[in-house]
Structure formats: structure tokens, C-alpha cells
């Protein structure tokens, strides 16, 4: 089947440094991966759409500054949160879909959840 | 841009009893709709979805869910609750169905009553 994996599952990071999360999919070629924020109390929002070999895509109010990403191959991408702030906690999510094909299904991973402190 | 609204905060039911969550969506095209369900500490579970086709469609653990073009809405129900199904439950819309990008709602948060 297929399944999605995100290291680390829980961190803690102290205000102004940086932490870097990973996204592993399983049994599908994860052509295209979202990321995704849940912040405290919130709903899930979309941080930036990476599709191998074409430009990441970062929606309003997230950079590549702030969070770059990569996503070297068919199976694997990270996100890194630079310079983390207390706005920055909450649970991040990786979305990966076998794209190229229609109605193909989005797989999510359990989240990895940051604390700043 | 597309929305997706979830007017209750939090919906309290007793075990047995039915059940329906409320979604309405901002959309003027062809929508394709879902829905999620966040079990306690954990990422999001894929509930059912909505292609354009039949505006009843059956998920799983007995979800079902209604399209209603004229209402604008993709109401989420269950005949009978039961106590695992204590979770937040999240109806998002996307624009095509061939992306990644999801649009959610704010989340219903589903009690189950013993």
C-alpha cells in the first residue's frame, strides 16, 4: 500500500534557530508533495507545492526564505523551518500524490509537530 | 478563490445516534471535495471524496456524504456513531483533480457521548 512517513515526528527548537523535517513516501512514486501548517487551534494551510524537476510553488505569506525546500527524487522531500519563532509551532503536514494522473489520491503523513520555545 | 466553510465548531452526539457535519463551499467551478478525519495526535485520514459523477458517495467506517451543487454544500453524514469516532473532522475543496492543493475548512470537532 501506499503510505507516507515524516521524520521527525515531534521536535522542540529553541526561538531563532533552524529545524529541518522530512517526508518519506512508500509504495508510490510522490511526484508532487504539499506541505502543509496546522497552527494551534487552526486549520490546515498550504506552505508551497513541489513538483520534481519544476519550480516550487510557495503560496502567500510563505517563502523560500523561510522555509526551503527539497525535493531531489520520486520519494523523498524536506522542508526546513529557518529561523523559528513562536508563530512558527504547530503541526506540519506532507501531502504526497502520484501526479500526472487524474483523481490520483493525496497521501498525508502523521506530521511532524514543532515546539519553539 | 475557493472556500470552504464548517459552521459548527463542535457537534456532541450520543453512541447510536446519527450524525451530520455540515460543510459549504465558495467555488465557481467544478468543484472536487473532500473529507478528513484527525484522530487525536495524529495527521489526516482520507474519509471520502467527491468526483463529479453520482452526489452521493460512501466512505469509510459508513460515512457517506451528499454534493449539492445548488446548495453549495457536502454535508457529511453517519446513521449510527460510535465512540472511536471522537476526532476533528475537516472538509477541504480543490480546483482540478490532479494537485496537491487542498483548500480545508476550520474543522468540526466531534464528541461521542457513552
Known amino acids: 500500500g501506499a503510505l507516507v512517513y515524516q521524520y521527525p515526528r515531534r521536535t522542540i527548537c529553541k526561538s531563532g534557530t533552524s529545524m529541518r523535517m522530512e517526508c518519506q513516501a512508500v509504495?508510490?512514486?510522490?511526484?508532487?508533495v504539499a506541505w502543509y501548517r496546522q497552527s494551534p487551534q487552526k486549520t490546515f494551510e498550504l506552505i508551497a507545492l513541489s513538483t520534481v524537476n519544476s519550480a516550487i510553488k510557495y503560496e502567500q505569506n510563505f517563502t523560500q526564505e523561510k522555509f526551503p525546500i527539497s525535493h531531489p527524487n520520486l520519494s523523498f522531500s524536506s522542508m526546513t523551518v529557518l529561523n523559528a519563532y513562536l508563530e512558527d509551532r504547530g503541526l506540519y503536514l506532507c501531502g504526497a500524490r502520484a501526479g500526472g494522473r487524474n483523481y490520483a489520491e493525496q497521501f498525508f503523513g502523521p506530521g511532524t509537530r514543532l515546539t519553539v520555545l | 478563490a475557493q472556500s470552504v466553510t464548517q459552521p459548527d465548531a463542535r457537534v456532541t452526539v450520543s453512541e447510536g445516534a446519527s450524525l451530520q457535519l455540515r460543510c459549504k463551499y465558495s467555488?465557481?467551478?467544478?468543484?472536487?471535495l473532500f473529507w478528513y478525519v484527525q484522530y487525536p495526535r495524529q495527521g489526516l485520514q482520507l474519509l471520502l471524496k467527491?468526483?463529479?459523477?453520482?452526489?452521493v458517495v460512501q466512505g469509510v467506517n459508513g460515512f457517506e456524504a451528499e454534493f449539492s451543487k445548488s446548495n453549495s454544500s457536502f454535508h457529511l453524514r453517519k446513521a449510527s456513531v460510535h465512540w472511536s469516532d471522537w476526532a476533528v473532522y475537516f472538509c477541504?475543496?480543490?480546483?482540478?483533480?490532479?494537485?496537491?492543493?487542498?483548500?480545508f475548512g476550520t474543522g468540526t470537532r466531534l464528541q461521542v457521548l457513552p
Open positions: 509504495g508510490f512514486q510522490a511526484t508532487s
Open positions: 477541504a475543496v480543490s480546483m482540478t483533480s490532479n494537485t496537491n492543493k487542498v483548500v
Open positions: 467527491y468526483y463529479p459523477g453520482d452526489p
Open positions: 467555488y465557481f467551478g467544478t468543484p472536487y
